[in-house]
């Protein structure tokens, strides 16, 4: 399976990263968050069916980071094993 994780940054797509490990590309874009700046800055990574997670998903409702790593992870895997997901 592949994943693309883009980084956009003023409206303009800044990065385009692709990979064969869907935690991996979650992880890469958990440790762009926590650097990212929130009023310029956005990213998500995405498989063939669709968004698995943008950087909204590891921000509080006060903007600060949290790792959810693992519990978006534990999401895909359960649509991918339910075979929700479109391919």
């Known amino acids: 399976m592949k994943q693309v ?8 797509i800044g990065k ?3 990979y064969n490990d869907a935690k991996r ?4 874009l958990s ?14 990574v995405y498989d063939f069916g669709g968004m698995i997670a943008n950087a909204k998903d590891f921000l509080s409702e006060s903007d600060q ?3 959810k790593t693992y519990v978006i992870m534990e999401k ?3 649509q991918t094993s339910g075979h929700h997901r479109k391919p």
């Open 31 to 44: 440790e762009y968050v926590k650097t990212m700046d929130l009023e310029k800055d956005d990213a998500a």
């Open 16 to 18: 385009v990263d692709f």
């Open 76 to 78: 895909l895997e359960k």
């Open 5 to 12: 994780l883009i980084i956009v940054s003023s409206g303009i």
């Open 25 to 28: 590309a979650v992880r890469a």
């Open 65 to 67: 980071y949290v790792d």
